[in-house]
């Protein structure tokens, strides 16, 4: 089994910045891909962005690209989402998840594993 545990969350105005973090452990934690996806009130759950095994490359949905960074420490078996220039738009709760793949990864079946959430709120 693995546990992802999110934190950092929190309410902030807009254009100010948050930094999650998510803690792993249960696995290997270097061998696999990380990822952060997000879910408003009444809307799915969508893709936030992936890092890879290497924490080399990354990828991202476009309406974070250029404020969001993904990045992770295996030292300390923690994956991070620096938040900056944050919008209304990007209230939800994050989810941290990992992937049964080395590759960054947009697909949410490529998950297996996923935390419990940490709530964000952006005011206007």
């Known amino acids: 089994q693995v546990q992802l545990i999110e934190s950092g969350g929190g309410l902030v105005q807009a254009g100010g910045s948050l930094r999650l973090s998510c803690a792993a452990s249960?696995?290997?934690?270097?061998?696999?891909?990380m990822g952060w996806f997000r879910q408003a009130p009444g809307k799915e759950r969508e893709f936030v962005g992936s890092?890879?095994?290497?924490?080399?490359?990354?990828e991202y949905t476009d309406s974070v690209k250029g404020r969001f960074v993904i990045s992770r420490d295996d030292t300390k078996n923690t994956v991070y989402l620096q938040m900056n220039s944050l919008k209304p738009e990007d209230t939800a709760t994050y989810y941290c998840?990992?992937?049964?793949?080395?590759?960054?990864?947009?697909?949410?079946?490529?998950?297996?594993?996923w935390g419990q959430g940490t709530r964000v709120t952006v005011s206007s």
């Open positions: 998840a990992a992937a049964r793949f080395s590759l960054a990864t947009a697909t949410v079946g490529d998950y297996d594993y």
């Open positions: 249960g696995r290997t934690f270097s061998n696999g891909a």
């Open positions: 890092v890879d095994y290497t924490g080399r490359n990354t």
